[in-house]
């Protein structure tokens, strides 16, 4: 079990410690002050902590290798802890909501202004710092060249490449430091206009940024639970690696299915024609072998079938049917 933890994702590893200590001082500070929106970033800090331990433990199992009874292995296991994470946001963002409406109903003044101002700057400052971590990883990930495009684009082109906690991370710390921010402004407008309804307004909005990413992250999750092709960028990754061996000549058929944040080949690859079927056995092997020193692949089926004397794939076109 140790050795599958250390395997686990560290970007929702360190959020969820983050959190957690996050979460409980924004607890202290709600309940001394009765601002609701410093409850309410509580409650988001509370869920992402939650969130994110049970995907490290999802991504962490899913490390775990293939079984005679589950031959394909547990890469997938990680979009259904992420999916269980999904309904924690959900539940968290209507009370979220209703806590909101309930200050907009009976307002009144919150406690502790400067409590409240320095533990949400404090949140915004920590959130904001794990988010510069994950986008660091997406773009390590990603081995693309930001000096051409920049950190930030090549961040947003890139992230749904990434391990599905990886994202889980990258969102909802876009939404914790947005969140925190939003409660900031709020308790700083509603002390300095006597305004409390706005305290109300703020927690809403904190709501209605969690609800936004639960719909996000679920969609996604769900497709990758059922099974999903990889992006076009990946396909062509893995095409060319084929490609590049000398003694292919085409590839007939071609299907990169994404699982969990692995990615599993099946294709026909067409050879040079003459060949002997032990020697096109052995390339076949080679082209395996070379699949698999991708980190990105998990496992790879590949057959040989005779060469049409027609270019079946192209790379950077859509192959589509295929």
């Known amino acids: 079990m140790w050795e599958l933890l250390k395997k686990g994702n560290k ?8 959190n957690v200590g996050i979460a ?8 001394i002050s009765g601002s609701g929106s410093m409850l309410a970033t509580a409650i988001h800090s509370t869920a992402d902590a939650l969130n994110q331990g049970m995907v490290y433990f999802g991504s962490a199992l899913a490390e775990k290798e293939p079984t005679k009874r589950f031959p394909t292995g547990f890469n997938r296991v990680v979009n259904l802890f ?5 309904i924690i946001i959900s539940i968290m963002a209507y009370e979220t909501i209703h ?39 997406i773009v390590e990930g990603s081995d693309d060249d930001t000096s051409e495009q920049g950190f930030i684009k090549t961040v947003l082109q890139n992230v749904k490449y990434s391990a599905p906690p990886t994202r889980l991370v990258f969102y909802e710390d876009i939404v914790a430091t947005l ?24 927690t809403i909005l904190i709501g209605v940024l969690l609800i936004g990413i639960a719909i996000k992250i679920g969609y996604e999750n769900t497709i990758g639970l059922v099974g999903v092709s990889a992006p076009k960028k990946v396909k062509d990754r893995v095409a060319k690696i084929i ?3 000398s003694k292919v000549v085409d590839i007939h058929k071609l299907r990169v299915l994404q699982e969990g944040r692995q990615y599993h080949v099946e294709g026909y690859i067409e050879l040079e024609k003459g060949m002997s079927l032990a020697d096109a056995d052995d390339i076949k092997f080679e082209v395996v072998d070379l699949l698999l020193e991708d980190k990105d692949i998990d496992d790879a089926t590949i057959g040989v079938i005779e060469s049409d004397d027609q270019q079946s794939y192209k790379l950077n076109e859509e192959n589509e049917g295929e």
């Open 11 to 18: 970007s929702s590893g360190i959020s969820a410690l983050g």
């Open 179 to 202: 969140g925190a921010f939003v409660a900031l402004v709020a308790v700083v407008i509603a002390h300095y206009t006597g305004n409390f309804i706005v305290d109300g307004i703020g």
């Open 243 to 245: 490609l590049d061996h």
């Open 82 to 86: 992420v999916l269980l994470a999904v």
């Open 99 to 137: 806590t909101g409406w309930e200050i907009i109903k009976h307002p009144q003044e919150a406690k502790n202004f400067w409590l409240n101002v320095i533990i949400l700057v404090i949140s915004i400052t920590v959130d904001g710092y794990v988010l510069i971590k994950v986008m660091k990883e």
């Open 24 to 31: 409980i001082v924004k607890w202290i500070a709600a309940v």
